[in-house]
């Protein structure tokens, strides 16, 4: 039966672990609350933000090279506003004469700087005939192609042109904008091609972005750049003008493309520069709850110690009080207001079980002194009798001197019964009563013998 007390008492918390263990599981439920707070309005928030925010960035890439490219298709409309054009190049395209045809280009040069005007961001303007001639070239950088079908055959193959609107070539480091010179008739005179540096084109892209850009045509050729870069891979045009994936590297490709030209503009950014910010917030926010965590768990610990340790006191002031330590002082100075109560209890406590203790001392000793009494009273009598029978019997037999003697020790004995029963009283007295009273029982016995050795003769 001990052994299983023992087994369940070892098996029972303290209240000050029960009280940790219960602020404790609060505690990991709030900063489980927090944390899923934390994922789901900070993070992925703030992560969808920055995923659009890639997707923006290249549709800004997009624009920016749609506006360049713009600017080259605006240049060409100037070129054919001018009415003087069709006539120059009809009369260069017949011209009998060298002399004819040279004048003709000089008109024609004119145009072209008029179109440009002052500022030039291109790197040539070639113009052909009907025949797809080279008739002139504005600066002749780069030496552009004789024959207009020389440019166009050597562009891949399955791109068609109908011969309206414009297409975009690249030939090494040159981008030739290509479109017929018509009048309002749909009449074709010839052909122009503004050559482009790719660089420039590479430039725009630069600095907006910490991913990769790649910008590919229709037919998945890339237009800036030297590197392969997702030309490697098997291109397919996108299913949707804007759009972002991710591919085997966990890198985080969007894509954009152009109405104007068709071209697709892809930026590829791994994903560590994507999710840095927000993975760093991830980081922090793991820091400050496990440093939360820890704090908290030490204030836990100390506050729940500083708040049971009056009680512990209380336990072992307990444990100590014993019958002969009532009046043991017990600290009177709890921190709260429950502690205090206890305190003022256990204190009343102690005064109630004193009071009892003084009855119960009291009424034993009452009880004792009654039974004294009670057999006093039952023993005085008779030992009275017997001493008084002696007495008489001593007198008959003439024995003045024991009944003398008699009388004084019978004397002196009740006198000391009689007197202080339950005071206190010397040794020397306690030994004078009895001394008395062994005489009497002496001079019984005595008596008794002698009374005995008669009836024996």
């Not at 910490?210 to 590919?216: D, F, P, R, S």
């Not at 493309?257 to 793991?286: A, D, E, F, N, R």
Request: aromatic share 8%; glycine share 4%; with cysteine.
């Amino acid at each position: 039966m001990k052994m299983t007390k023992f087994i369940h008492r070892s098996t029972q918390f303290s209240l000050q672990t029960k009280v940790f263990l219960t602020f404790l599981a609060l505690l990991l439920f709030v900063l489980c609350c927090f944390l899923v707070y934390v994922n789901v309005v900070v993070i992925r928030p703030l992560k969808q933000k920055t995923v659009q925010d890639t997707l923006v960035t290249t549709t800004k890439v997009r624009e920016q090279v749609d506006l360049y490219l713009d600017q080259q298709n605006q240049l060409s409309q100037r070129l054919l506003s001018s009415k003087d054009i069709f006539t120059t190049m009809d009369k260069s395209s017949s011209a009998h004469s060298d002399y004819e045809r040279l004048k003709q280009i000089r008109k024609l040069k004119d145009i072209i700087f008029q179109a440009i005007g002052p500022s030039m961001n291109i790197k040539d303007m070639s113009i052909y005939d009907k025949q797809g001639i080279l008739l002139t070239s504005y600066l002749g950088a780069g030496q552009p192609p004789v024959s207009i079908h020389t440019l166009l055959g050597d562009s891949k193959v399955g791109r068609e042109w109908a011969g309206n609107g414009f297409i975009l070539l690249r030939q090494g480091d040159i981008i030739s904008f290509v479109r017929t010179v018509n009048d309002q008739n749909g009449k074709v005179y010839g052909y122009l091609s503004i050559q482009m540096d790719q660089m420039v084109i590479q430039n725009l892209t630069e600095g907006i972005t910490a991913g990769e850009v790649y910008i590919l045509n229709q037919q998945g050729e890339q237009m800036t750049g030297t590197d392969l870069g997702i030309k490697a891979k098997q291109w397919t045009i996108p299913p949707l003008e804007e759009g972002l994936e991710v591919d085997e590297h966990n890198n985080y490709v969007t894509y954009s493309t152009s109405s104007s030209t068709g071209w697709v503009t892809y930026i590829v950014t791994p994903s560590k520069s994507v999710l840095g910010s927000i993975q760093k917030v991830q980081t922090i926010s793991i820091l400050l709850i496990t440093a939360l965590m820890l704090i908290s768990f030490v204030y836990i610990y100390l506050s729940t110690r500083n708040l049971l340790l009056p009680i512990r006191k209380l336990r072992s002031q307990i444990w100590r009080i014993n019958y002969s330590n009532l009046n043991l002082k017990v600290d009177d100075r709890p921190k709260n207001n429950d502690l205090l109560l206890l305190n003022e209890a256990f204190q009343d406590l102690m005064e109630r079980l004193q009071q009892s203790i003084d009855r119960e001392k009291t009424a034993l000793h009452e009880e004792v002194k009654a039974r004294n009494s009670a057999l006093q009273a039952q023993i005085a009598p008779h030992f009275i009798h017997n001493v008084l029978y002696l007495i008489s019997i001593a007198a008959q037999e003439g024995k003045t001197k024991v009944v003398s003697d008699m009388c004084k020790h019978l004397s002196e004995s009740l006198r000391y019964i009689v007197s202080s029963p339950y005071a206190h009283v010397t040794l020397s007295e306690e030994l004078e009563h009895t001394r008395h009273y062994l005489s009497l029982v002496q001079q019984n016995m005595k008596t008794i013998w002698n009374g005995i050795s008669m009836q024996i003769h």
